[in-house]
């Protein structure tokens, strides 16, 4: 089951924008709207960011942002912060097959 | 507040087994599907197995088929990760994760580490 391919890292300064990539082999972003992003930082389990390729669950800062664009995913942070600084992941459903495929995992730095 | 702990992780040499358990707590048990998902040191995540809400559909991933079994007490509020055959490469954190309806992983366990090692 090959993960979805992001980039190994993308850094900002704080106040600047980033945005994550996260693009499908088999067509299971596409295909589905069930597109989902999680923040990891060092030692801690993953937090839901992002939702429905575009939605954030109550408590998510509003700076985060996601979108989508044929098979590929994307993650926006606007207004950069230092708590911003961890790894993430998106995740797409797959079908009843495959189920759920995480994305290869984005190391974000802020300078 | 919901809560999902895991327990049962340990260190197992190739070839055998362990049970993992996952208590929850918080939220009405039964109505969730829930996962299995696993990070490898230094790795990133790989979703391992999921149960239906009443155990009625379950999917595991191609690397545990055959290995792992994934089952659920709803009267206990417990899920389970039964792990057989175990290799190195099953070397992780195994997380718990409870599934909304939007198919997305909307809350998540601290973890329980496995290392599989002779």
């Known amino acids: 089951q090959s993960a979805l391919t992001q980039p190994r890292s993308v850094s900002g300064s704080p106040g600047q924008s980033v945005t994550i990539s996260c693009t499908g082999t088999?067509?299971?972003?596409?295909?589905?709207?069930?597109v989902s992003w999680y923040q990891q930082h060092p030692g801690k389990s993953p937090k839901l960011m992002i939702y429905d390729v575009t939605k954030r669950p109550s408590g998510v800062p509003d700076r985060f942002s996601g979108s989508k664009s044929g098979n590929t995913a994307s993650l926006t942070i606007s207004g950069l912060q230092a708590e911003d600084e961890a790894d993430y992941y998106c995740?797409?459903?797959?079908?009843?097959?495959?189920?759920?495929?995480f994305g290869t995992g984005t190391k974000v730095t802020v300078l | 507040e919901v809560q999902m702990v895991e327990s049962g992780g340990g260190l197992v040499k190739p070839g055998g087994s362990l049970r993992l358990s996952c208590a929850a707590s918080?939220?009405?048990?039964?109505?969730?599907?829930l996962n299995w998902v696993r990070q490898a040191p230094g790795k990133g995540l790989e979703w391992v197995s999921s149960i239906s809400s009443s155990s009625t559909y379950i999917y595991y991933a191609d690397s545990v088929k055959g290995r792992f079994t994934i089952s659920r007490d709803n009267a206990k509020n417990s899920l389970y990760l039964q792990m057989n055959g175990l290799r190195a490469e099953d070397t992780a954190m195994y997380y718990c994760a409870r599934v909304s309806s939007s198919l997305n992983f909307n809350f998540w366990g601290q973890g329980t580490q496995v290392t599989v090692s002779s």
């Open positions: 918080g939220f009405t048990f039964s109505d969730y599907s």
């Open positions: 995740c797409s459903y797959a079908g009843t097959y495959r189920f759920y495929v």
């Open positions: 088999s067509g299971e972003v596409s295909t589905y709207n069930y």
